[in-house]
């Protein structure tokens, strides 16, 4: 019965067909008005249907159904886009769709293979360069592959896109929609949510801060049902975490002691813990819950006592079994979505948005895009033990952060409380009542931190009070630290021990009495005074106090670093005696540091390279420096920074002269190598050679933007040079790997000196098509050599379609002139006779077993053509043809 109406469909559907594609029985032409894709669907129609009415025949069920749901496809878009109601960034997008069905179809039907520009259009042949058409059939099979892959997947049961976009990307975020806080605090708090280690004890995202009001809703109440975060910057590490817990802390903001309602003794704004809410997010960060509509309810753990530090609870909780809320506790939802910030508000529009709040990890993500410019420090603080003094109770100490310039002068908004808030000018710490030894493990982030900020403190004020009388004292106490080192690097990552001062409130609110002095305990015995010890000692109008006080600090940029040697490449121009030696330096810095840096990096080399452009001095060394780069990005540890390299060379890299001196320095080492043999340094110039000619692509193609293709015979002539220097050398590279590459690179070089717009990586114009003299020259120097490569490489190499497709090119721009002066050059030795009677067995051959697949029916006809036409035919060759 299922069957049969298939039959009735088949019916209905052919009627739909004659009447959408305008066929009659008497006409076949499509209206030559209508969009050039208006024919394509037209046609391909017609051809599906004939096949999709033997599919029924053959009683082939699976396939008639996949053509069934394809034809109706196509029938519905082609009516959209006659229609003429769709916007044109929608009437692109379906443009694409469509495109991308016809060619899925044609490749399940064994149909030929359609080649089309970047627009969607069909590639007209007689049009199109031998490359172009070459790099357009790759493009196109290699994009059917994948949906093939994909269909044959999700056959298996397999989630393979989410499995495919997480694998895609090396970068995810756990997206927090807030719905409810249902708890009895009372006054005024703050839901500081963020994502722990438990196995560490350690937060590993900045805090997500939501003000809730004494009232039971958000304070800013137009985020009522909007309070949406995202935490980004997740990477392939914490996926291998055994454990991550969702932390919710809320701190109560308002008087010392809840009960207290005397008015006297009434103080207001003060910070106090109140309790926690977490909940253990492993699963959803490692995909095995994804349910974004399901609310999750984390149970709310107050605080057992007045000096309870809110990480102990969280940390009893996460050991705990169960937590006696009584009802008390968050809904939020949560879902793990791919991808970086850009990435997901693009993918994801319906669950982050502009006014979505973004929680970055603390830290650098796994990839660093160009751009992507940070100028951060994590400042956490740690611990303090206050000797309580005269008095008979330990002190109530709030803390207090803010950042001041080198003239003392205090920065204003710098101060970043949490995603979701804006920044401040002055941090308080949580107040634990009565407790001598606190432990905060609060984190703010100072940021804005730009060049002029040479240096910065961060300051720590204690205050003591119990009443509002003692609300009104000056700060007892004070410590700082110094962002920059005195030899220009940052603080370093870490805890540490900060001095705390002691003198009389005017003068610690003058900074010229305290920055002259050592912040941290290490700088103290660094200048020969004792860091320990129960007296206190004196420096100057200050007095260095028994207290102690810890902080951590993480420094988050993309400008300022912690290597020394790193700074001096970056600040080169600040002293180029040590120039040469900065860059010998480079090539010692941990991998780690080079890749945050690597924009920077690459930006410095290329400067150092162009501004001594008239000097040959550094170009070796910034050519070693550059090949270091890329062998440190082609390391398995940082091989997920290709995309970032290659982002830097298409929108960042601007050096316009570069390619001169890097291909100078390649062909010199190239040279040398015939007589001296392969160095280490050429070996690894020959590993990163993809990148290295991506470079001289990228700078002689911005060099033509810029010069209207002033210096194109002078290029070429270094091209043909380069090409038959490599050539020589191949014979003396034994390394596998190294052949395939150096094969790679004599392939992009035909391709830039045969193709008049080449698409290495997208790029634009480069040169105008090769003049008939540069035909001449790139026949004399290059055809020989490229045809006996083709011969002597075998048909499953990955270079063989590119290589035939150069040789193509190059026979296809021939003239008859050219040919007439090949015979000329040709048979005055009997090498020459083998040579010509070898490249005609090897047209016999490729004529008879292509090296392109079945499908590529426009590749293989154009080869065809060339070699039929253009050179067996071809008059100058009659005398050859019967030679035994």
Same mark, same amino acid.
């Not at 935490?231 to 932390?247: A, N, P």
């Given at each position: 019965m299922h069957w049969y109406h298939g039959i009735v469909g088949c019916v209905y559907l052919a009627l739909i067909l004659v009447a959408s594609c305008?066929?009659?029985?008497?006409?076949?032409?499509?209206?030559?008005? +209508?969009?050039?894709?208006?024919?394509?669907? #037209?046609?391909?129609?017609?051809?599906?249907s004939i096949i999709w009415r033997q599919l029924y025949v053959v009683n082939n069920r699976e396939m008639f159904c996949s053509v069934r749901h394809m034809i109706y496809d196509l029938i519905e878009w082609r009516s959209q886009i006659l229609s003429g109601t769709l916007p044109q960034d929608e009437l692109k997008e379906l443009k694409k769709k469509v495109t991308a069905k016809i060619d899925y179809g044609n490749r399940i039907l064994d149909l030929d293979l359609v080649v089309r520009d970047e627009d969607g259009n069909i590639l007209d042949p007689e049009q199109t360069s031998t490359i172009s058409l070459f790099r357009a059939h790759e493009i196109a099979s290699k994009q059917v592959e994948e949906r093939l892959q994909e269909e044959k997947s999700q056959k298996q049961n397999i989630d393979i896109n989410r499995q495919a976009k997480f694998a895609a990307t090396p970068s995810f975020a756990l997206f927090v929609n807030l719905k409810n806080v249902v708890c009895k605090i009372g006054e005024d708090a703050e839901v500081l949510m963020s994502l722990y280690d438990p196995l560490e004890s350690k937060f590993i995202s900045e805090n997500y801060l939501v003000r809730w009001s004494s009232c039971g809703l958000p304070k800013d109440i137009d985020r009522l049902h909007n309070l949406r975060a995202v935490? #980004?910057?997740?990477?392939?590490?914490?996926?291998?975490?055994?454990?991550?817990?969702?932390?919710c802390q809320i701190v109560r903001v308002g008087r010392m002691e809840l009960r207290d309602n005397n008015t006297r003794k009434l103080t207001s704004g003060l910070r106090r813990p109140f309790g926690v809410a977490v909940m253990d997010v492993t699963d959803i960060i490692n995909g095995k819950v994804d349910d974004e509509d399901k609310q999750h309810f984390i149970p709310f753990q107050p605080v057992a006592g007045e000096n309870d530090f809110l990480q102990t609870v969280i940390n009893k909780v996460i050991a705990a079994k169960e937590v006696n809320h009584k009802g008390q506790g968050l809904w939020v939802t949560l879902k793990l979505l791919p991808g970086d910030i850009h990435q997901i508000r693009k993918e994801?529009?319906?669950?982050?948005?502009?006014?979505?709040?973004?929680?970055?990890? %603390?830290?650098?993500?796994? &990839?660093?895009?160009?751009?992507?410019?940070?100028?951060?420090?994590?400042?956490? @603080?740690?611990?303090?033990?206050?000797?309580?003094? /005269?008095?008979?109770?330990?002190?109530?100490?709030?803390?207090?952060?803010?950042?001041?310039?080198?003239?003392?002068?205090?920065?204003?908004?710098?101060?970043?409380?949490?995603?979701?808030? +804006?920044?401040?000018?002055?941090?308080?710490?949580?107040?634990?009542?009565?407790?001598?030894?606190?432990?905060?493990?609060?984190?703010?982030?100072?940021?804005?931190?730009?060049?002029?900020?040479?240096m910065c403190w961060v300051f720590s004020s204690f205050f003591f009070f119990i009443t509002a009388k003692d609300k009104s004292e000056k700060i007892f106490a004070l410590a700082f630290v110094k962002l920059m080192r005195y030899d220009g690097t940052t603080l370093r990552d870490g805890e540490h021990d900060l001095i705390v001062y002691k003198a009389e409130a005017k003068k610690l609110e003058d900074a010229s009495t305290y920055l002259s002095l050592p912040s941290t305990k290490i700088e103290l015995e660094e200048k020969g005074h004792s860091a320990t010890g129960k007296s206190m000692q004196n420096l100057g109008s200050c007095t260095i106090s028994k207290d102690s006080f810890q902080i951590s600090t993480l420094v988050c940029s993309t400008k300022l670093t912690q290597n020394v040697d790193l700074l001096g490449l970056l600040k080169w121009r600040s002293n180029t005696n040590l120039l040469q030696q900065n860059l010998k330096q480079l090539m010692k810095v941990d991998g780690g540091e080079v890749v945050k840096f690597l924009q920077d990096t690459l930006d410095a080399l290329f400067n150092i390279m162009m501004e001594n452009s008239e000097s040959e001095t550094f170009d070796t060394l910034v050519f070693d420096a550059l090949v270091f780069i890329i062998g440190l990005i082609a390391d398995r540890k940082f091989q997920h920074f290709n995309p970032v390299l290659e982002t830097y060379i298409k929108k960042h890299f601007s050096a316009t002269l570069a390619y001169t001196k890097l291909t100078k320095v390649l062909k010199t080492y190239v040279d040398n190598a015939e007589k001296c043999g392969i160095t280490d340094q050429l070996f690894k110039a020959m590993k990163g050679l993809e990148y290295i000619f991506k470079f001289i692509v990228r700078s002689r193609i911005l060099f033509n933007q810029l010069?209207?293709?002033?210096?194109?015979?002078?290029?070429?002539?270094?091209?043909?040079? @380069?090409?038959k220097s490599i050539n020589e050398m191949m014979s003396s590279i034994s390394d596998q790997t190294v052949i395939v590459k150096v094969c790679a690179l004599q392939v992009s070089i035909l391709t830039l000196l045969l193709h008049p717009k080449p698409q290495l990586g997208g790029w634009l114009k480069c040169m105008t098509g090769p003049t008939q003299r540069h035909v001449q020259i790139i026949m004399e120097k290059l055809l020989r050599t490229v045809n006996r490569t083709v011969i002597s490489m075998g048909r499953d190499s990955e270079l063989i379609g590119s290589f035939v497709?150069?040789? #193509?090119?190059? @026979?296809?721009?021939?003239?008859?002139?050219?040919?007439?002066?090949?015979?000329?050059?040709?048979?005055? %030795?009997? /090498?020459?006779?083998?040579?010509? %009677? +070898?490249?005609? &067995?090897?047209?016999?051959? @490729?004529?008879?077993?292509?090296?392109?697949?079945?499908?590529?029916? &426009?590749?293989?006809?154009?080869?065809?053509?060339?070699?039929?036409?253009?050179?067996?035919?071809?008059?100058?060759?009659?005398?050859?043809?019967? #030679?035994?």
């Open positions: 305008k066929v009659s029985i008497s006409v076949t032409n499509v209206i030559p008005n +209508e969009l050039p894709l208006i024919q394509e669907v #037209t046609t391909t129609l017609r051809e599906w935490f #980004t910057d997740l990477g392939s590490k914490d996926l291998k975490r055994e454990k991550i817990s969702f932390v994801f529009p319906h669950l982050v948005d502009r006014s979505t709040a973004v929680a970055r990890k %603390m830290g650098f993500p796994e &990839i660093i895009m160009p751009g992507d410019v940070r100028n951060d420090i994590y400042v956490t @603080l740690v611990q303090g033990d206050f000797d309580k003094g /005269s008095k008979t109770t330990a002190k109530n100490v709030e803390v207090t952060v803010s950042v001041y310039d080198e003239d003392g002068k205090r920065l204003e908004s710098v101060i970043f409380p949490g995603a979701g808030d +804006e920044a401040i000018s002055e941090y308080k710490s949580v107040i634990y009542y009565q407790v001598k030894q606190p432990r905060w493990f609060e984190t703010v982030k100072v940021y804005k931190l730009i060049k002029h900020l040479i010069y209207e293709n002033k210096g194109e015979a002078d290029f070429r002539e270094s091209l043909l040079q @380069l090409f497709a150069c040789m #193509t090119a190059i @026979l296809r721009q021939m003239e008859d002139y050219h040919y007439a002066h090949l015979i000329k050059t040709f048979g005055k %030795m009997r /090498s020459d006779v083998d040579f010509l %009677m +070898e490249t005609f &067995i090897m047209f016999k051959n @490729l004529i008879g077993k292509n090296v392109y697949p079945f499908d590529w029916v &426009i590749m293989n006809m154009m080869q065809n053509n060339v070699y039929l036409y253009k050179i067996l035919n071809h008059s100058s060759f009659s005398r050859y043809k019967n #030679t035994p």
